[in-house]
Structures are given as C-alpha cells and as structure tokens.
C-alpha cells in the first residue's frame, strides 16, 4: 500500500468509553503523543493576522456607512428626515457613492415614484450632488424588481434619465435585462430588448448571452431558438461562438446529444470554429450516459478538425472511458496526454481509481495512488473518499479503516457515499462502536448534516438488528 501503514493505532476516549464499546477507530489523545505530520497531507501554516505581525501599521481607512437597513419605513417625509440627519451627521463632503448607497437603502422598502421623489430632495438639499449614471442605475433595478406586471416604472426611469441628460447605453440596458430576469420576467425582458433594439440601441453580446442562457432555464428549447431567430431576422442581432456553446451546454445537460452534435454543424454553417470547451462541452454530455465510444469519436473528431486538445479534454475523456468500464483505454490517454505535455492531476488519477474500484479492483487503485504520488501529484478529499468508497464494497474493510485514520489525522471530509458505504461495513462486522466514532467525526467535520449522518446510521443499524434476528449477521 506504498506510504500507507500497515496498521493503526487504537485509543478510546473517555467521553466515548462512558457510553459505548471501546472504539479502534478513535484518536490518540494528542496530549499523550507528539503530533505526526504524514508525508501525504502536509499540515497547512497557521494563518497570522497582519496586524499581529506588525502590531504598529494603522487601522485600514474606515468604510463608508453602512446604510442598507438604513430606512424601516417607505414613509417619505421620514425619508427626507432620515436623509437630513445624515448630511448634518457628516463632517465632510457627502459623494455620489453616500448618495447612491442612501438611495438604495430606501429603495429596498419604498416604490418607485417616491424614490424618485426622494432622489430630487436629495438633489435639493444637497447642492453638491449631481446623480450620475449609477445613480439613476439604482432606480432602474428597483423599478425592473417592482412587482407590477408591465413596463411601465420601467419606461419611467429611463425616461427620467434622458430628461436629466443621462443618455441609457448598453451598460443600462445590461443592468435592466438582468435585473428583469433575476426577478422571473423574462417576457418583459424580451419586450425591452425589442424596444432599446428598434430605437438603435441593440444589447451588447454579454447581455444577448445571458438573455438565452437564461431562457435555456427557464423555457423550453423551441422558445429559446423563437428569441435567437427573432433577434437575428428581425433586428439584426446575430448569436456567435458563445451563444451556440450555452446551447450546446444546454442540450447536453439535458441529453439531447443529437442535437448537440446539429448545433456543432450549424455553428460551422454560420462561419464559426468550433473550439476546445465546445467539444469539451459535448463530450461531457456523452460522459454523462456513459458512452465511452461516443467520447473517444468527439476526440478524435477535434483532432481532425485541428483542435488541440487541453487537460479538461483529456480529464473528461479518461473519465468517461473510466466511467464506462473501459479502464484499460483510459490509461493509454494518461500516457497520450503525457506525452501531448499535460500532467495528470487528482482529477484524472481518481477518475481512473473509480474506475478500477466498479470493476473490483481497490487495490490497483492503491497501486495507482503510490504512483501518483511518486509522479509528485497529490490526491484530494476526492481521492480518499473514492478509494473508502471502493476498498469497502470490496469487502477490504481493515485497509478500509486505515485509510479512514489518514483522512481523519488530516481533518478530511467524508463524501455521502463513502461515509454510507464505511458505516454499512463497519455495522455487518458487529463493529457498531466504530461506526458510532465515524458517525461522530462526520458530524463534527461538518461533513454532513446531523440529520443525513444519524438517519444513514439508524437505518443501517435497523438492518443490523433485524439480520441478527434471521440469523443473519452476528
């Protein structure tokens, strides 16, 4: 088992004593033992504030006030008092950012008409404030987040702000369009899109994208390619690169592989390449249906369209092929991507682990860690609770324990999975009291919630009673 040891150390503490059997799964008392650094898991450098190591540097410049509960009540002549109290509070000059930050706060509890109506006392009351571009910004989210049911508060601010001089350009109609979405309207996001578009003002590329990314979760398929094709025919608005990879992403989540690989065609038909993260993409989806030849072919097809492969392509290939019991072939792409130049990192060494653990093979998976670790690649949380997970079904439960021991000395989280698996193990071996001390870790790592850590163990303990009653475990 390489760096592993052969055995481990039993203790039992005095909490633990009291109310169950002696565990072999607790810790040494670290007052009774000098504490062991393992070479897998460096221990990481205490972190030190860096006023304690230069106790004399002065405190960082104050921030400003924090004014987001600032108004409790929508009342505006309270506002305006409110308002009033900060200027007179204020030593020095009140700037846009105060003013801003002001605004928001009564704009979180006020409607959209007496916000404005406070923006223009503030206006007059303070004579060196002049609202930019962010500020009337603010007035705009609150009006998008309304809950009327038109466009109307909308069409407000933005008609308040070309009365004040403050032309909307793409950054507006950016912050409007996502904030309408955020709040679940995207048709009236569509229907502003339309407006700013025939008024010669087309949303920019980042707001086009996010519009269909977020129809792609929101709606249906057909609906999404309705919007493109609208935009496109109709205003002039065409998708690019990134547009046709969140459908491709989109139909691979949801597999629909066909039409991914029609989209790939499409992009090619409107001029694209496509590139790396798209067949990264798409190779992903068939990973997801565990189509190990369908990966290789999506791998061999960016190859011949001269796209070069990256370490997400090889990672994602060995995964698949790992993934549908095809271990062998994914260790010839751990020597190809060696020699392509990218280095295998935990990723890819636990995604073959996996791999040999569903064929039953743990302890080649052991073998693999010894050479992971010699190649100088350190193995994750991933890792351990993979290989836990696998020497357990595999009925190896004392390499099991030992391997437990290294990820608890190093504070390691247990995965669902592998803490379900280890205590099942643990309990068919009579050994109840151990599977109270990793039920006990798991909640106090904060590796899973106390109601999914105790109801794994209560069912399995059910199960443990009732097979002794059949005679079924001792």
Not at 332 to 346: C, I, Q, R, S
Not at 443 to 471: C, P
């Amino acid at each position: 088992m390489g760096k592993i040891p052969p055995s481990f150390r039993s203790a039992i503490s005095t909490s633990m004593a009291a109310r169950r059997p002696p565990s072999s799964l607790a810790t040494v008392d670290p007052s009774s033992a000098p504490p062991k650094a393992h070479p897998h898991f460096p221990r990481k450098p205490t972190k030190v504030s860096r006023k304690t190591l230069n106790p004399d540097s002065p405190d960082p410049a104050p921030a400003l006030p924090r004014l987001q509960s600032l108004f409790e009540s929508p009342d505006l002549s309270d506002a305006k008092k409110i308002f009033g109290s900060v200027v007179a509070a204020s030593r020095s000059q009140l700037d846009v950012r105060l003013h801003n930050s002001v605004l928001q706060s009564y704009a979180a509890v006020a409607t959209v008409r007496d916000s404005i109506a406070l923006l223009n006392h503030m206006v007059k009351a303070s004579p060196t404030f002049s609202p930019d571009r962010s500020t009337y910004h603010v007035l705009l989210s609150q009006s998008c987040r309304a809950p009327d049911a038109s466009l109307a508060s909308v069409r407000q601010v933005l008609n308040l702000m070309v009365n004040k001089g403050v032309a909307p350009n793409q950054a507006t109609a950016d912050v409007a369009i996502r904030s309408l979405c955020s709040s679940g309207r995207e048709d009236d996001a569509v229907e502003l899109i339309r407006e700013l578009s025939s008024k010669n003002s087309p949303p920019d590329s980042y707001t086009y994208n996010f519009v269909v990314k977020h129809l792609c979760k929101t709606r249906a398929l057909g609906t999404v390619y309705n919007f493109i094709d609208e935009m496109r025919d109709s205003l002039g608005v065409k998708p690019d690169l990134v547009t046709y990879t969140i459908l491709i992403d989109n139909v691979c989540n949801t597999k629909n592989l066909r039409e991914a690989m029609r989209l790939v065609s499409v992009l090619s038909e409107e001029g694209f390449k496509p590139d790396c993260f798209v067949y990264n993409t798409i190779m992903k989806g068939y990973c997801m249906l565990s189509r190990g030849s369908e990966v290789v072919g999506v791998y061999k097809k960016m190859k011949e369209e001269g796209v070069e492969p990256d370490l997400v392509t090889y990672n994602t290939l060995i995964f698949g092929l790992s993934k549908s019991g095809r271990v062998k072939d994914a260790r010839k792409y751990l020597d190809t991507m060696v020699e392509a130049g990218h280095f295998p990192d935990a990723v890819t060494y636990t995604s073959l682990m996996n791999g040999m653990c569903r064929e039953g093979d743990p302890l080649g998976a052991l073998r693999l860690l010894e050479e992971m670790e010699a190649k100088g690649c350190s193995p994750n949380s991933c890792t351990y609770n993979t290989l836990l997970n696998g020497l357990c079904k595999s009925r190896l439960l004392e390499k099991g324990i030992e391997l437990y021991q290294m990820m608890k000395s190093s504070d390691m989280k247990l995965e669902t999975a592998a803490y379900a698996t280890f205590v099942r193990s643990l309990c068919r071996r009579g050994r109840v009291a151990e599977a109270y001390e990793v039920f006990d870790y798991a909640v106090e790592s904060k590796s899973l919630t106390n109601v999914a850590a105790y109801t794994t163990l209560e069912s399995t303990l059910k199960w443990l009673k009732k097979a002794r009653e059949q005679g079924l475990a001792v």
